[in-house]
């Protein structure tokens, strides 16, 4: 492996200082383009087939072409982990809309940007898995499309800042009454014996540990509900949860400063988060 990250920029490996893109690209001047974010476990892209069909939802969703074919993606990611030396990753990828003159209409026959890096990824620190992590609520302050995974992040940057400087990791977010999502997660309540999470809509992101975290529960008998949550349940709620590909299943113990449950993970919680660990030892084994 060499010391420097290799990144993958319209057809080429380079080391990642090597990598350059042109101040005029749509991406820099107006944030237009999507990305994903995949995890790698054992060298194996996880959910890949699924991951790739949300990115040509994004692309859809933006009316950008698809620049690559899903057996081009597979390699080139595949590449990717490789000469970032294998283990388990996170890949990043971006497509944005090209490099030309400054004009809000698409530009004609301009070929996408396509950019992919790949980061070590480090399991979640054990010590916050056994106390929980702090989290707050904020009016959900985002457009309208937030199924679409834009590369325009300004108000969950903002969000995630407030929560930051509030000591919380995560701002859960309301949108009439009702909870969306997290600023880059998605949001778990256990009611009553019942987990629940916000069904898909225009207003979240349809993560794909959100997906695998209901299809598991589902597989193995414990209760799941998708269904609306009013803000008002949070407080009453037993165990709250956030999820997403770089956290996994992450417990949130305080919210708002209030204890959350019992105010310690839940065995809900314990009984998915070991659910799904299995089911990536099971990846790492066999892909
Ligand atoms: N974000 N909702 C939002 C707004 C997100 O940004 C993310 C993930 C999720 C969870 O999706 P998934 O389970 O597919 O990772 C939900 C990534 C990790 C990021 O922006 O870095």
Not at 19 to 36: H, N, P, T, W
Not at 124 to 152: H, M, P, Q, Y
Not at 217 to 237: F, K, M, N, T, Y
Request: aromatic share 8%; proline share 6%; with cysteine.
């Amino acid at each position: 492996m060499s010391a420097e990250p290799i990144v993958y920029l319209n057809g080429e490996f380079l080391p990642q200082s090597q990598a350059k893109v042109s101040v005029l690209d749509r991406g820099f001047v107006f944030a237009d383009g999507i990305y994903e974010v995949i995890p790698a476990y054992g060298g194996r892209l996880f959910r890949l087939g699924e991951h790739l069909q949300r990115l040509q939802n994004s692309l859809d969703g933006v009316r950008l072409a698809n620049p690559l074919d899903d057996i081009e993606w597979d390699r080139i990611l595949g590449e990717l982990i490789k000469r970032n030396g294998g283990g388990d990753q996170s890949l990043y990828l971006q497509i944005t809309r090209g490099v030309a003159k400054r004009d809000h209409g698409f530009p004609p026959d301009t070929p996408a940007t396509v950019f992919a890096m790949s980061n070590p990824l480090k399991p979640v620190d054990a010590a916050l898995l056994k106390s929980g992590v702090k989290a707050i609520t904020l009016e959900d302050i985002r457009w309208r499309f937030c199924n679409i995974k834009s590369i325009a992040l300004l108000p969950n940057v903002l969000l995630r800042q407030q929560a930051l400087e509030q000591g919380a990791a995560e701002a859960i977010l309301i949108r009439n009454g009702l909870v969306t999502e997290g600023s880059a997660s998605n949001v778990f309540i256990v009611r009553k014996g019942v987990i629940m999470t916000p069904p898909k809509s225009e207003f979240l992101l349809p993560g794909i540990t959100r997906d695998l975290i209901v299809e598991l529960s589902q597989r193995h008998g414990v209760p799941c509900e998708e269904r609306d949550i009013p803000e008002a349940w949070l407080e009453e709620a037993d165990e709250m949860w956030l999820s997403s590909s770089l956290k996994e299943l992450l417990p949130i113990t305080t919210l708002n400063d209030k204890s959350v449950g019992s105010g310690s993970p839940g065995p809900v919680w314990a009984k998915m988060f070991d659910i799904f660990q299995s089911f990536k030892d099971d990846i790492r084994k066999t892909g």
